[in-house]
């Protein structure tokens, strides 16, 4: 049986890492957080050692380690906030486990390089969570996008209410989490660019702490893009619906539905990294090396290519 950790099991998505855990018949031995607000552990592995401290879960890691191939830990999965996950896969292959680690990998393009060192020396892997790749109608489409070449006109506009206590949390910490671009962006960006291909060029047409929205052109696809925690950017529809997310990704004008088919897509990540198909530091470096470039790119105040949010 395959044994895992987890870093950060009291956090939002970390419910959805203990169920692939199970589902892939793993065992979860140990896990960690300064929050004790693990009750979750109880649903399927109420024997887990759980530890406050992360010095004290490394030390039994460790342990474990030393005890040989029968005791140590095989993966570590990481859940924790944003600026912590390039010492937490540290940790991971220092212990000799693989990482599968919450996007972004990364906050800095440039520690990319470091894990990819740190990967050979310790001859482990690194592994991410781009789960959209592996959505059912992401595969269809990008089955059908690879017969032609043409050039698509592209709409991405998420918007996902976030209340006060985003400001104030890391999350709303620019220097802890990336800033939206990257904490809600970043795995979108992914996707554009698995689907349509490199990055040309990137503007930036309006930046706040709580919405932002530019303009990529890619290999095949031209695309205007909105991104935005605050309620008041949603549609009347939505609001009025008692909505809180308003997700649309549009090519060609045609909307592709993701709204459905998420249930299973964590498991997913968990079977093909375990197989060793997963998606890997060079599959996250494009998106990470993009978002750091918009992060600190001037605005461009032209309208051409604004979104119709920003018009």
């Known amino acids: 049986m395959t044994r895992f950790a987890l870093i950060g099991v009291a956090g939002f998505v970390a419910p959805r890492h203990l ?22 552990l109880d649903r399927h592995f109420p024997e887990a050692r759980f530890f406050r401290e992360i010095e004290r879960f490394d030390r039994f890691l460790e342990k474990l380690r030393r005890g040989g191939e029968g005791s140590k830990i095989d993966w570590i999965s990481i859940c924790s906030p ?36 740190l990967e050979e020396e310790y001859e482990r892997r690194v592994f991410t969570v781009l789960q959209l790749r592996l959505h059912p109608a992401v595969l269809a489409l990008k089955e059908r996008l690879e017969q032609s070449d043409a050039v698509h006109e592209v709409d991405l506009t998420y ?40 990055e040309r060029s990137a503007v ?25 925690i605050d309620a008041s950017d949603l549609s009347p529809a939505v609001r009025e619906a008692g909505g809180f997310a308003e997700r649309r990704l549009l090519i060609d004008g045609d909307d592709l539905d993701l709204s459905a088919g998420f249930t299973d897509l964590h498991t997913r990540v968990y079977e093909e990294s375990l197989a060793g198909r997963g998606f890997g530091i060079e ?13 600190s790119a001037p605005i461009d105040v032209a309208a051409d290519g604004r979104h119709p949010k920003l018009g």
């Open 283 to 295: 599959e996250a470096r494009p998106a990470i090396e993009l978002v750091h470039r918009l992060r």
């Open 19 to 40: 169920e692939a855990i199970h589902r892939v018949g793993g065992e979860l031995v140990a896990a960690t957080d300064p929050s004790d607000s693990v009750g979750v």
């Open 82 to 117: 944003n600026y912590l996950h390039d010492a937490h896969i540290r940790l991971a292959l220092r212990v000799r486990a693989n990482a599968l680690s919450e996007k972004p990998l990364v906050l800095s393009p440039w520690n990319l390089d470091a894990l990819a060192l």
């Open 204 to 228: 930036i047409h309006h930046r706040e702490p709580r919405r932002v929205g530019g303009a990529l052109e890619l290999e095949r696809a031209r695309v205007r893009f909105f991104l935005s």
């Open 159 to 198: 918007i996902t209410r976030r209340g006060p206590w985003y400001d104030v949390s890391w999350k709303g910490d620019e220097a802890r989490s990336g800033g939206i671009l990257m904490n809600i962006g970043v795995h979108f960006f992914d996707l554009l660019i698995h689907l349509f291909g490199a």
